[in-house]
């Protein structure tokens, strides 16, 4: 069942700019995850944070988890031509390896 | 790296044909599993398999079946295809029951006409 719901739905930004999309869900989760789909592609993984840390990076990703709220946040920063791409949030529960993901987020970098 | 492989990028099917997608994935992952994406409803499981033999139902699973003979390969198929089950599909593997990190395949768009 689908447990995620991305926020917007789409977006388009100048190139440099920072895009930040978020990931609402339903449930309580064990992880929260974050994929990019290039056009017609696999899905790639970007980052993970586990249900207990509130904010992760990895190079121009910035990820945010409230578990309060129920939400997460993905902040691309600087964002590139080859960041164009749809991004998903996918969740998981404690001893449940099987992923819930959202609708996702298509995001467009203009030159 | 990991490499997930599908059989077919692209396919079309004659609606009541037997259709058989195939993944393999190389790098020793015990889990392995279909989803299908359409647009506006992001991915949906299909079936997972946690072990040679095993396999589990997902989300949608009617009008599927899959098969895991081999630990790198999980293959589905559609026992009499239909229109409703034109699609894109994705194979993913993650290493372990404890790893939740997912690798994903190409993709097949599958056409049933």
């Known amino acids: 069942s689908q447990q995620g719901e991305e926020d917007p739905q789409a977006l388009s930004i100048q190139e440099g700019e920072n895009a930040t999309m978020n990931c609402s869900y339903k449930?309580?989760?064990?992880?929260l995850q974050w994929y990019r789909q290039n056009s017609g592609r696999g899905l790639v993984h970007l980052i993970l944070i586990r249900s207990n840390e509130r904010e992760k990076h990895s190079g121009r990703l910035r990820v945010t988890l409230d578990t309060s709220k129920k939400s997460s946040s993905l902040l691309i920063t600087a964002s590139r031509a080859a960041d164009t791409a749809s991004y998903f949030c996918?969740?998981?529960?404690?001893?449940?390896?099987?992923?819930?993901f959202g609708a996702g987020t298509t995001v467009t970098v203009r030159a | 790296d990991v490499k997930v492989t599908q059989s077919s990028r692209y396919l079309v099917k004659r609606t009541g044909e037997k259709v058989f997608l195939e993944c393999v994935q190389d790098?020793?992952?015990?889990?392995m599993f279909w989803y299908r994406q359409d647009p506006g409803l992001g991915l949906r499981l299909i079936y997972f398999s946690y072990d040679v033999k095993m396999k589990e139902k997902g989300d949608i699973p009617e009008g599927y079946s899959v098969s895991r003979e081999k630990k790198e390969r999980f293959s589905l198929i559609l026992e009499s295809a239909s229109t409703n089950q034109t699609s894109m599909y994705l194979c993913?593997?993650?290493?372990?029951?404890?790893?939740?990190?997912?690798?994903f395949g190409p993709g097949t768009r599958l056409t049933v006409t």
């Open positions: 993913a593997s993650s290493l372990s029951q404890s790893s939740y990190e997912q690798y």
């Open positions: 996918a969740t998981d529960h404690r001893y449940d390896y099987k992923l819930s």
């Open positions: 449930t309580s989760i064990n992880n």
């Open positions: 790098m020793d992952h015990e889990n």
